[in-house]
């Protein structure tokens, strides 16, 4: 079996969208090709990061237009530098 490891400090993260049309409020369908590239994503990996707040299966936030957007077995990732994740988002309770 393969596995992608990022390198230095990179972070893998998962871009496979969940399946389904995405339709406007007013039921317009919107096409693949008409979609904003998500800012949010699943970590798969972490290059070697010293004292890195994240870890594999945390969701993160990253620049827009950062990464290089790679496929590997049929799925769709986005390498990215350490530096250029935002916030990590978290769970917490409601009051």
Known sequence: MKELQPLNQNVLL???EPSGEQRTAGGIII????KEKPQMAKVIA???IENSEISAGDTVLFRKYSGT???FEGRKYLIVPYSDLLAKIVET???
């Open 14 to 16: 998962d871009m496979n």
């Open 31 to 34: 096409p693949d090709t008409a």
């Open 46 to 48: 972490t290059g070697n």
């Open 69 to 71: 957007d790679i496929e």
């Open 93 to 95: 309770e409601s009051i």
